[in-house]
């Protein structure tokens, strides 16, 4: 260990998070409905495979561009060459076209200010490089992303200080807990440099309100420091209600070209829009040159590919398509979100009433057998190892009131999302007449022995958790 750098041998990342620690255990088991009926179902994925159809249909209408051709002639050889980590000015304008179709066309962005990244992450970790100092900090609201304690801190130093929001109000973002969270930092010693929110949020399914973000710019404004907006989840938004980027809350206040309009950046991804994840496609926007002149320096240590750029260009310049898959993966997104309501709450399990992403916030606090974590924990491992479940704890991020669960519903079938529904309900039964439902894997005992050993090493990870919150 001595012969390994700091970085390497802390144990700083975020990775014991029981948010991590549940897809270890979905990875050991993985349900299959042929292979392994009685394996653990992934719901603690945030990933959208509504509309692969849509994409491979697009991509069977246009061989050249999946074939990385130009007018029927190869160019190949042009994209395995080296490329500007600046990016393919094609692409550039695609996405930020299609950035400003999911946005109803109510604002435009100009790709000059677009830095290209590989995935949010990316994006994310190069503001913390840009933006913050080791050892300054950034507010974020509770619940948050858990991938976050990671993403923001692990490499940069950057510190975290939660903005406590709570179910009285459907966890919105308060004025008072702006203030309470600074006044916090404060008094930890910590140089405030930011506010960082996902909007839609992850793991609320939520978008932010005008009030909301009224709120914000008014509170950075007077701080003096910076706001991002992680809007990954901005395409996901499948009700009236809609959804309203930070750019065109800015604009519409009159912050065009004042110190506040450069402090303000945006986080986007094709992961979650288009579903694509695996093709590592991130952008950081920012109006402030400094920023985007460092950032696209910082790029070149995680690029898109060319191949990448040129195939997704094609597909994001075709107007028809676009419009027709934003459309129609909400209306998919709508009726699966619907079908997890449902069967939730003929479950006896209520939810917090939201309009967007790939995932609903779910309320069992009514099934610990306390108010406290240890039982929030106690209640989680029943689910992962009796249900069959993997699904996100609630402490996992960050929030305040134990008892709250993230669960994803677009990253499987409806036949698989059924098979979800009908053994938690047989668990709630279960509890309601008193009795323990057998777990799927009860015969193995080795399995067993790993969960007792798990189960101990869960509760000292949330006691750790807890105490460092606090």
């Known amino acids: 260990m001595k012969l390994l750098s700091r970085k390497a041998s802390c144990n700083s990342h975020g990775q014991d998070s029981s948010y991590f620690a549940g897809w270890e255990e979905y990875e050991k088991n993985p349900y299959d409905e042929v ?17 692969f159809d849509l994409l491979e249909s697009w991509l069977a209408k246009n061989p050249d561009a999946a074939g990385f051709k130009r007018n029927g002639e190869s160019i190949f050889r042009e994209l395995a060459l080296f490329q500007d980590y600046h990016g393919l000015p094609a692409f550039k304008n695609a996405l930020v076209e299609f950035m400003a179709e999911i946005r109803g066309n ?39 992303y858990p991938g976050f304690d990671r993403d923001l801190k692990w490499r940069t130093g950057v510190e975290i200080v939660p903005i406590q929001c709570t179910s009285s109000n459907g966890f919105r973002i308060t004025e008072s807990a702006l203030e309470e969270a600074y006044q916090q930092a404060q008094k930890r010693n910590l140089k405030v440099k930011g506010v960082l929110v996902t909007n839609p949020s992850n793991p609320l399914g939520i978008s932010l309100s005008w009030h909301e973000l009224n709120h914000l710019l008014s509170f950075i404004a007077a701080k003096g420091i910076h706001l991002i907006s992680d809007e990954i989840y901005s395409g996901t938004v499948f009700n009236s209600e809609g959804f309203v980027s930070i750019m065109e809350v800015l604009m519409n206040k009159k912050y065009v070209n004042s110190p506040v309009w450069d402090r303000v950046h945006i986080v986007y991804s094709l992961s979650k829009d288009l579903g694509l994840p695996g093709f590592r496609v991130g952008a950081i926007y920012s109006n402030d040159k400094m920023v985007v002149d460092a950032a696209t320096k910082m790029s070149s240590f995680g690029l898109v590919s060319s191949q990448t750029q040129y195939l997704l260009s094609a597909m994001l310049s075709d107007k028809i398509f676009t419009k027709n898959y934003v459309t129609e993966n909400r209306k998919r997104l709508k009726q699966r979100h619907a079908m997890l309501i449902r069967g939730l709450k003929n479950a006896g399990i209520p939810s917090l009433e939201s309009n967007a992403s790939l995932f609903c916030w779910v309320d069992m606090r009514h099934l610990l057998s306390s108010k406290t974590f240890e039982a929030e924990m106690e209640l989680w491992k029943k689910i992962v190892y009796q249900v069959g479940l993997n699904i996100s704890p609630g402490s996992s991020c960050h929030c305040v009131e134990p008892g709250w669960f993230r669960m994803c519903f677009a990253n499987m079938s409806e036949q698989t999302l059924n098979v979800a529904m009908q053994r938690i309900k047989s668990f709630v039964n279960s509890i309601s007449d008193g009795n323990d439902i057998t777990s799927p894997n009860q015969q193995h005992s080795n399995k067993n022995s790993r969960r007792k050993s798990f189960s101990k090493w869960v509760f000292r990870l949330s006691f750790r958790d807890r105490e460092s919150e606090r």
């Open 106 to 144: 109510k604002v435009s962005f100009n790709s000059n200010n677009l830095v290209l990244t590989a995935g949010a992450t990316s994006a994310n970790e190069t503001l913390m490089f840009c933006l913050a100092n080791p050892g300054e900090a950034f507010l974020l609201p509770t619940p948050y």
């Open 35 to 51: 292979k392994n009926p009685q394996g653990i179902i992934q719901m603690g994925l945030a990933e959208n495979q509504l509309s």
